[in-house]
């Protein structure tokens, strides 16, 4: 597989939670966050391996590109807010599924542009061995790459490939944080202690979290980045 159909491959993949989202009903709340999710973390690491080889290596290579590219980048930019609202705003919202609806056409538009008139200069630009190399390049960078939306980020080198490296580790510990959450949420509250006579005397031990309990979580996460 090479640069080219690598990244086709993405765009299908997300083409396809795309209209999931949209062939899902009105009131499938949870439906359609479920798949916001899917959506912004596919889209999150998609941009960032296009920001870190595919864009740099055409501007290197094929400066007749460069415009292209820029409205590419500012593209991504457009969409990195669009899913930094997403990202936590509760599928209940007023302005959820226009927000969705106003990323689904500008992500179309950029899939289009990019499949019609971009990739068909990149193909004639290298050659068949260095479009492989390259596939190798993104799914490299995939495997480093953030899992969240970064506007604010750097996104042309060398300032992107730093960025990413330390948004990377920092999306891990969010991703864990909210599994917990919502897996709490799903569980069912405990019933209410009886209303008693209180001691007096309080083991304050009891106020402490405990090991192991669910309260505490230790996590270390180690990470190599190849760039």
């Known amino acids: 597989m090479d640069a080219i159909a690598l990244l086709k491959a993405d765009h299908k993949t997300v083409e396809t939670l795309f209209r999931k989202f949209e062939q899902a009903g009105r009131n499938a709340k949870k439906l359609k966050r479920k798949l916001v999710d899917q959506i912004v973390r596919e889209?999150?690491?998609?941009?960032?391996?296009?920001?870190?080889?595919?864009?740099?290596?055409?501007?290197?290579?094929?400066?007749?590109?460069?415009?292209?590219?820029?409205?590419?980048?500012?593209?991504?930019?457009?969409?990195?807010?669009?899913?930094?609202?997403?990202?936590?705003?509760?599928?209940?919202?007023?302005?959820?599924?226009?927000?969705?609806?106003?990323?689904?056409?500008?992500?179309?538009?950029?899939?289009?542009?990019?499949?019609?008139?971009?990739?068909?200069?990149?193909?004639?630009?290298?050659?068949?061995?260095?479009?492989?190399?390259?596939?190798?390049?993104?799914?490299?960078?995939?495997?480093?790459?953030?899992?969240?939306?970064?506007p604010r980020a750097p996104d042309t080198p060398p300032g992107n490939l730093v960025a990413g490296a330390v948004s990377a580790v920092l999306d891990m510990g969010k991703d864990a944080l909210r599994a917990a959450r919502r897996k709490a949420e799903g569980l069912s509250p405990s019933p209410a202690p009886r209303a008693g006579k209180r001691s007096k005397r309080r083991d304050s031990s009891r106020d402490l979290p405990r090991e192991g309990d669910g309260s505490v979580q230790d996590m270390a996460t180690e990470s190599s980045y190849l760039m």
């Not at 950029?110 to 993104?138: I, N």
């Open 43 to 150: 889209l999150a690491i998609h941009a960032l391996i296009e920001e870190q080889v595919l864009y740099p290596s055409i501007r290197a290579r094929a400066t007749t590109l460069e415009d292209q590219v820029l409205e590419a980048l500012e593209e991504h930019h457009v969409a990195k807010w669009l899913l930094k609202e997403l990202e936590n705003l509760p599928p209940e919202a007023e302005r959820f599924d226009a927000k969705v609806k106003v990323l689904i056409d500008n992500v179309r538009t950029h899939v289009t542009e990019e499949e019609r008139a971009l990739f068909p200069q990149v193909r004639k630009a290298f050659s068949p061995q260095e479009l492989r190399d390259m596939a190798t390049a993104l799914l490299l960078a995939k495997r480093a790459a953030p899992t969240r939306p970064h």
